[in-house]
């Protein structure tokens, strides 16, 4: 077995709508709060990682889709590009399916998809391992697809007689519906202290859409700079697919 390194490269892959929507069940945050830079931070440190980069992915609704959000993630995600975060967005894409009731009535629901995020993630795991970038892939996704990348990273170790570790960080606590890492990965958990201490505490939202109607939660803290005008005056329902899981 290839010798454990002293230092421990560690790069941070950050799947941004898995880790929004289970921290929503986990801790029931009605939007995405996080600072990835300190969460990533947050799981090494007690670890002895030394963190080399942040990588995060999401989905954007088209405007036409979803002004509110269309909003929101540019915003957020401009100010981690200011941080050094590496950032890849794509188009989020709406499919509708219809179920007939027991009163032979039908009820549609028109919800949101990612297709290729999953694919980016474990194609930049595998490119970066090949390249020799990191000793420590540090996932923060609960997303089961990815269990085939830990396997690939496996492979590469024993082919370049070196030691890689696969890691798996996710929200923990009471509220958590899914209480799985990714399988062959090592699980990490974050805890509702820990996720506190790294919240993003700027404001993207529509100047307009800024009272405690919407998005509650943030009235309980003091908003940083950070104001948008938007064209929005109303508040979608983003749903995600693995809300229908």
């Known amino acids: 077995m290839p010798p454990e390194p002293h230092v421990k490269r560690t790069i941070a892959f950050i799947d941004g709508q898995n880790l929004f929507h289970a921290a929503r069940k986990t801790f029931g945050y009605s939007y995405p709060n996080y600072d990835v830079d300190a969460l990533a931070r947050s799981i090494c440190a007690p670890q002895g990682w030394r963190l080399e980069q942040v990588r995060f992915y999401t989905g954007i609704p088209e405007a036409e889709d979803d002004p509110f959000w269309n909003h929101f993630w540019p915003a957020k995600i401009t100010v981690m590009g200011r ?108 805890d509702r202290a820990t996720y506190d201490a790294c919240l993003d505490r700027r404001d993207y939202r529509p100047r307009f859409l800024r009272g405690p109607r919407y998005f509650p939660q943030l009235h309980q803290v003091r908003p940083r700079p950070g104001h948008y005008l938007g064209q929005s005056r109303r508040l979608p329902r983003l749903l995600h697919h693995d809300e229908l899981r």
């Open 83 to 190: 941080q050094g975060v590496h950032v890849f967005s794509r188009p989020l894409r709406y499919r509708r399916t219809t179920t007939r009731l027991p009163d032979g009535s039908t009820y549609s629901l028109v919800y949101a998809e990612e297709k290729g995020i999953d694919v980016r993630i474990a194609l930049d795991i595998v490119r970066m391992a090949h390249r020799a970038e990191y000793d420590i892939a540090l996932i923060f996704s609960q997303d089961q697809d990815l269990s085939e990348v830990a396997q690939e990273i496996r492979m590469i170790s024993r082919e370049q007689h070196r030691w890689i570790k696969a890691a798996c960080a996710f929200p923990h606590g009471p509220g958590a519906t899914a209480r799985r890492g990714i399988d062959r990965t090592d699980w990490l958990h974050s």
